[in-house]
Nanobody
Framework: QVQLVESGGGSVQAGGSLSLSCAAS????????MGWYRQAPGKQRDLVAT???????NYADSVKGRFTISRDNARNTVYLQMNSLKPEDTAVYYC??????????WGKGTLVTVSS
């Protein structure tokens, strides 16, 4: 099993930047892809970005060109740099890890609030 702990959430004004981190522990050797999802109040949890162990990335259209996902395999950590933030980016951001066997693990989430 993999444990995930997010950090870096907070409040920022529109146009600002925030950086999120997610540190994995436990059976980290089993992790294939890692990523970030977000859930706004009253809405479903949606994909933000994912990154494979080899560095292939995938982004939601709504964040392309503004957010950057990166990964440090030696530190078992995934990052999300968020620039040009908009009020609609306000959500709880969850770290996700998918093992080679297809098992999903989730962090507890970190709140990002963007004010206009």
């Amino acid at each position: 099993q993999v444990q995930l702990v997010e950090s870096g959430g907070g409040s920022v004004q529109a146009g600002g930047s925030l950086s999120l981190s997610c540190a994995a522990s436990g059976s980290t050797f089993s992790i294939n892809s890692m990523g970030w999802y977000r859930q706004a109040p009253g809405k479903q949890r949606d994909l933000v970005a994912t990154i494979s162990r080899l560095g292939s990335t995938n982004y939601a259209d709504s964040v392309k060109g503004r957010f950057t996902i990166s990964r440090d395999n030696a530190r078992n950590t995934v990052y999300l740099q968020m620039n040009s933030l908009k009020p609609e980016d306000t959500a709880v951001y969850y770290c996700n890890a998918v093992t080679w066997g297809g098992v999903d693990d989730w962090g507890k989430g970190t709140l990002v609030t963007v004010s206009s």
